[in-house]
C-alpha cells in the first residue's frame, strides 16, 4: 500500500504535515480542504486524493482534524520515530549557515567536519566541530544517520562514497555534483540551480 | 507531448543536462546508458525510457552524442533560452552565502535586497545591493523573472506576494514557510527539513 504514493504526492504530504505542526499552535482543531488549497496553491481535489492515502479517519464535516491527519501522515510516510542524528560535512559558507538553523523535533546535528582544521576551530556551534580525518570514528559512536553534504563540488563524490561507508543512510546533497552512492544510502538533491531549471522548463511548458 | 513527461523524469533530465554539461568539457562525444547508471545511480532502463521522451536522434552504437543529448534536454525542457535575470531577497546567513554561488550560464544574479539598509552596506558582492523599498522598481527596471527568497519564515509569505505582485515569475523558496502565490508564479521549495523527511519516509518504506 505505502507503495502506491508516488513522489509528488509524497511530497506534497511532507509539506503538509509541517504545515499542519504550524497551523496545530494556533490551538485549532479542524481544516478544511479549500483552507489547505488557499494555503499552498494545490487544488482542492489533489489534496483530498492525496489524504485518501492515508489510513486514518481524521475527515469529519467541520474538515480534517489537524492532530489526527498530521499524526496520520508520518505514521503512513514512517517519519515520526524519534529523533535522527545529523552531521554537517563541509563548513564553507553555506555548511557554516546552516549551523544555526531550526531542525525542529525530529532531526539534531551532533557534529561538523571540515577538512580544514582552522575552520573547525575558529567557527562556533552548538555541537562539536571536528576535522574531517574524525568522520568515521564519530559518525559510528554518535551513531549519526543523516548528513548535510555542503564541501566543494569537485570532491563531492569522493566524501559521499566515504559517507555511505561508514554507515551514513541519507545524504542531503547541497553540491552542484551529482551522487551515485549504491543501495545502501538515499541522495536527496537539493541543488539551486535545479529549482532554477524547474521553474524554467514549467514556464517554458506554458 | 510536453505534457507526458512525469515530475520525477523531468527532474532527471534536469540533473542529467548538468551532468553532461560537466562531461562535455573533458572532450569526450559519446556516453552510454550504463555509464549514466554509473554516475547516477538510475537504472539504465530508466534513463533509456526518460531520453525516448526526447525528440533527437542522439542514440549511435558508441552511445549517446553527448552534445546533442544536452541540447535535446534544453530544447524538450525549454531551459536554453538566453539568460534569466534572478535576484536574492534576503541577505541574512543563508542569503549572503548565495552571494558567490556559481550561476553558470543561464542565470545571472542583478540584484540583492535586505530589510536592514546596515545589511545592504555592509555586505560586499558583485551586483548591487538595495533595502527591499527599492523592490519593485528595481525588478521593473532590469526585467527581474526570478527571485531566490531567502527572508525569516514568517515574513516569507508577505515577500512572496509582494514580488508575484511585482512581475516576478518564480520563486526558489529557502523558507520553511510553504507559500501561496496564485497561477502566475512558480515556486519550488529547497527545504532542507523535507529533503530529510523524505530520506526518512523512503527508509521507512523499505
Partial sequence: MKQTISKPARERLIQLAR???HIENDSRQFITSSEIQN?????????????????TECSTKAGYDIVLLKNAIGAELGITEGVKKCCIVGLGKLGSALIDFDFGKSYKIVAGFDSSVNRTEI????FPLYPTGQMQNVIKQEGIELAILAVPGKVAQDVATKLAGFGIKGIVNYTSAILSVGEDAIVENI????ALQKIASLHAKN
Fill in 19 to 21: 504545515l499542519l505542526e
Fill in 39 to 55: 494555503l499552498t496553491g494545490w487544488s482542492s481535489y489533489t489534496i483530498r486524493r492525496d489524504i485518501s492515502h492515508l489510513k
Fill in 123 to 126: 567557527l562556533t556551534a552548538p
Fill in 191 to 194: 541543488s539551486l540551480i535545479d
